[in-house]
């Protein structure tokens, strides 16, 4: 199963010094021995059109084996728990897509 998670900072840590920061926080994070395999970025410079979001400021792309490795990553993953408490009060927005 896909693991999408779309991040929009505040305003406040929206500069290229907390960026930095963040970012090395998602590469942590993609550290996490749940994850098969991940994927992160900032939107891509696509044409604008009436379908496309280019709002967000960060998206991750993680891939887990099993639901059972997802599960283990949400419950329990201290990289992931980490990740959590060192950012949650750095983002505005958080939206998150899985797909089987």
Request: charge should be negative; aromatic fraction near 12%.
């Amino acid at each position: 199963m896909e693991h999408h998670v779309y991040f929009w900072l505040k305003a406040e840590r929206n500069n290229e010094s907390d960026r930095a920061v963040f970012e090395k926080g998602i590469e942590g994070l993609c550290q996490s021995p749940n994850i098969e395999s991940s994927h992160w970025g900032i939107p891509a410079a696509t044409a604008e059109r009436p379908v496309t979001d280019h709002s967000f400021g960060y998206a991750i792309s993680l891939k887990f084996a099993s639901m059972e490795s997802h599960d283990r990553y949400q419950e329990g993953d201290e990289i992931h728990d980490a990740f959590i408490n060192d950012f949650k009060d750095w983002w505005e927005k958080v939206l998150v897509m899985d797909v089987a």
